[in-house]
C-alpha cells in the first residue's frame, strides 16, 4: 500500500514537472523556437483550433519563424491570432509565408521573463507540496485503519520527503536553466 502511494505521488510529481516545462516554453527568449506559437489559436471554420493544426511552424534562423498555412485563405487569419497574442510579436506576411522576426529583448522584459519563470516555478513547487501532504494523508489514513505500524508511517514520510525533495531540486534545476537562457543575449 505505501509502494502504491509513494509511486502516485512520484507520478502526479512528474506531471508537475512537465506542466513546468511547458509553460517555461511559452516564456519567450531571445531565440525562435516554434514552441512560443504553442498558446495561439486561429478561427478555422468558425471554430478556435490551435496554430499548428493549420500550419507548418519553422525555424528559419536563429532569430526568426517561419509559418506556412496548409490553405492560402488563412494568411489574414493566423496574422491576426499572432498579432493579437500578449507576445509581443509582429509577423511580416510574402506570399502563403508568414516570418516572425524575434525582437531583442530589453533588460526589463528580460526581468519580467525572469519574474514570470519564477512565479512558474513556485507554482509548480506549491503543486508539488501538495501532492506531498495528500500522500502523508493517505498514510496517517492507514495508520488510523491500523493497516500499518506508527514506525512504517515515519519511515513512509521520510521517503515521501525524499522524493518531494528531489522534485523541489529538479524544479530549481529547470529554473536555474530557463534563467540562464534568459539572461543571454
Known amino acids: 500500500m505505501i509502494e502504491d502511494i509513494k509511486k502516485d505521488a512520484k507520478v502526479r510529481m512528474g506531471k508537475a514537472l512537465d506542466a513546468l516545462g511547458s509553460n517555461f516554453n511559452k516564456i519567450r527568449t531571445g531565440r525562435a523556437h516554434p514552441s ?35 490553405e492560402k485563405n488563412l494568411v489574414p487569419e493566423i496574422e ?12 511580416s506576411t510574402a506570399g502563403s509565408v508568414i516570418r516572425i522576426p524575434m525582437p531583442m529583448l530589453t533588460e526589463e522584459t528580460r526581468k519580467n521573463f525572469i519574474r514570470e519563470a519564477r512565479g512558474e ?33 515515519r519511515r ?19 529554473l536555474a536553466v530557463k534563467e540562464k537562457d534568459l539572461m543571454e543575449i
Request: proline share 3%; no cysteine; glycine share 4%.
Open 80 to 91: 491576426k491570432a499572432i498579432m493579437k497574442s500578449d507576445l509581443g510579436l509582429n509577423p
Open 121 to 153: 516555478a513556485e507554482t509548480a513547487r506549491v503543486s508539488i507540496r501538495n501532492i506531498r501532504r495528500d500522500a502523508l494523508a493517505e498514510v496517517k489514513a492507514l495508520v488510523k485503519d491500523k493497516e500499518i505500524s506508527e514506525d512504517e508511517e
Open 156 to 174: 513512509a514520510a521520510d521517503e515521501i520527503q525524499k522524493i518531494t525533495d528531489k522534485f523541489v531540486a529538479d524544479v530549481d534545476q529547470a
Open 36 to 70: 512560443i506559437l504553442d498558446g495561439i489559436r486561429v478561427s478555422y471554420y468558425g471554430s478556435e483550433t490551435p496554430l499548428s493544426q493549420v500550419a507548418n511552424v519553422n525555424v528559419e534562423d536563429a532569430r526568426t519563424l517561419s509559418v506556412t498555412p496548409w
